[in-house]
C-alpha cells in the first residue's frame, strides 16, 4: 500500500534536491509510515554534521537545521535573518502541499546561505541568535 505522505514528500524532495545537491548535501530518507494522526513521512539532506530535517503529514510540518549537536528550527533561523517574524516565505498558504516545499526553497535561496555554506562559525552564530530572539520575542496574553 502506497504512502501519500511519502509520496508527497518524495515530489517535495525534487524541489529541494537541486539546491542541496548544488551545495554537496546528500538526500536520506529517516521515518514514514501510519500513525494515529495519519500517514507520515520525513527526510534529511545531510552534508558532514549539518543536517537539514524536514516531515510532512498533510503538510510541510517540522523543518530543523542541525549542526553537529546544535539545531534551529526554520522559524527561529528565519528570525535571526529577518529581525521579525513571520516573514518569511514558508509555511505559506496554498491548497497543495507542494508549494510549502517551494515556499521553503525560496527561503533558503535568499536567506539560508549561512546554513547552506557559510562557515560552522557564521552558522552557530545564527543558531543562537535565533534561539535568543525566538525565546524573547512577543507572546500572547494568557
Do not use: C, T
Not at 43 to 70: K, M, N, P, T, W
Not at 97 to 102: G, I, K, M, T, V
Amino acid at each position: 500500500m502506497s504512502n501519500r505522505a511519502e509520496d508527497i514528500l518524495i515530489q517535495g524532495v525534487r524541489l529541494l534536491e537541486p539546491l542541496f545537491s548544488a551545495h554537496g548535501f546528500v538526500y536520506a530518507p529517516l521515518n514514514k509510515g501510519d500513525s494515529s494522526g495519519g500517514q507520515y513521512a520525513s527526510a534529511e539532506f545531510v552534508r558532514g554534521h549539518r543536517r537539514f530535517e524536514f516531515h510532512f503529514r498533510y503538510s510541510l510540518g517540522i523543518v530543523i537545521y542541525h549542526l553537529g549537536s546544535q539545531s534551529v528550527s526554520h522559524e527561529e533561523y528565519m528570525l535571526s535573518v529577518l529581525g521579525k517574524p513571520n516573514a518569511s516565505r514558508y509555511p505559506g498558504f496554498s491548497q497543495s502541499p507542494l508549494d510549502a516545499f517551494s515556499h521553503l526553497r525560496d527561503d533558503l535561496l535568499d536567506y539560508g546561505m549561512d546554513f547552506l555554506e557559510g562557515s560552522d562559525e557564521a552558522f552557530l552564530s545564527r543558531i543562537e541568535d535565533g534561539r535568543s530572539r525566538w525565546a524573547s520575542r512577543p507572546k500572547l496574553p494568557a
